[in-house]
């Protein structure tokens, strides 16, 4: 009983410690809370353009919610619908999809400066979980996101992601070797990709995807209000501004900047001009599948290692890096800035790498166009 | 009469070969890198034959009159519309006709350069004719090489730009002045 209460104790504290709820006052906020300056003080700003990233999503996708179809029978036409007839769908549509590029670029740089300020480090461990979480739910969001112009590049990129959820049962032994196809099943919610993956994919992307959003950045920005800002570098900085106004001002610049960056994006370049037509078209179960099925850009970091490497390899290093993304703060507890930042730079240039030249990897690696 | 007209386009519609042109096809997408389907010229992306809507086994007495006229203008201006083409597909007979199109696909390389140099179908600002080289589509005003969209989305749109860059501006100078205003009455309170 002694040693039960004892570690319920510990559990208190270990809580306490990291959600000093007494931090939690408009005084703390407004009059006591600083912010570092240093050499890394911008990598401070890229959690408020990732929630700015998020705030955009959710109006637009509100917008989109009014007039798009979620059937595989209508779901293509009424984004046709959208982008050439309703009074601004194409502004706001195209918003939605720039934001979506531009909200999981910042969440990636956050997580990448984050790690190499050590800003996971005791008592933060709680931003940093509900930060992966974020992560993951970002990157959902994305996956799901995809399929709902039900075109050709978002039916058959679904597919084949579906289809190697697949493949992961053939590398797993005895009873489990079932269990990827359960998942799929599960996922797909038919045979095939069709209607009842449809209604699976939107419920998620715009009613149980955003509540977990809405919780895990609940928690996040608790963590970072009661904590404040991690110190980011080994020699305590001299300089330090204030939260209240200064901060918030420049951030909230920083935001109207971003904004107008994006509006003009948005208003200016199709996000789709980018790829080839032929992929746009409404899905077509019994025509050919055009060329150039692949996910979006930033699923680039497992799709091409995905084609060039065996399937295991890419599994287990994902399972390795979904897992171990959770328990960074215990991993790398004693690890120096200086070893943090080498190792974030490595990961910076493999995710620049592989998205900017997967394609010319591949067929190096292939010997051929794809 | 009429059924002796009628007789005749139907032998020109079945007897003579549907005239997909994969020539045009492949030089588009070779200079441009981009994937390019029977959709830029023809109804249907898988092309002419068939009986999906747009291509020819679907098509009903009147819409073969048509294809039977289309098949027939040899020479440019004859005005026609063949219900497997879109306006693209359309625009290229007549601006050339049928036997210059005959011509060209043994020098694909040349249609771009006898297409006129300022029909815009979908008025994107890029002419068809660059639309076909870019390997975009030349009646999605959304398809386009990039660049250039954006140039021209950027001349067309600098008022809504100048608007909302002053709306944004103003919105954060008020917001500015407010939280400063906070700050020091939370100071004073203090």
Redo the contacts between chains.
Sequence with gaps: MGKQKNKFLQMVDFLTERMPLHNLS??HI??EKEVPVHRMSWAYYMGGLTLLFFIIQLVTGVFLLFYYQPTVSDAHASVEYI?FFVKSG?LIRNLHTWSSSCMILCLMVHMITSFAMKAFARPREITWISGSLLLIITFAFGFTGYLLPWHQIAVNATKVVLQSIEEAGHYLPGALAALPSYIKEIIQGEVSVGQATLSRFYALHVVILPLFFMGAIGLHLLGVQLHGMSPGVDTPPREKE?F??VF??KD??LW?IV??VV??LS????F???Y??????AYNAL??T???IKPEWYFYFVYYPLEILPFWVIMLGMTIAQAGIFFVPWIFKNTSRKVLSIIAWIIAAYLIIITLFGQLIYEVFKGSGK | MKLFINIILLSLVYLTPAFAHPEFQRYSKKVSGRSVNCAMCHRHSDGPEGVKPGQIGSLNQDELNALGLARQALKPGAGVKSPILNEFGSSILNQLGKEKILELKQRPELLAGSLSKTNDLDGDGIPDAEEFKDGTHPLNSLDGHPWKLFKNNLGKNWFDILMIVLATGSGLYGLQNALIWLSIKARREE
């Design positions: 408009f005084d407004v009059n982008t194409f204030r209240f106004p918030i001002l909230f610049w109207g904004f107008l509006f003009v208003l200016c370049l199709p789709e001009s980018f080839s037509y032929p992929l746009f078209e025509g050919s055009p060329e150039g």
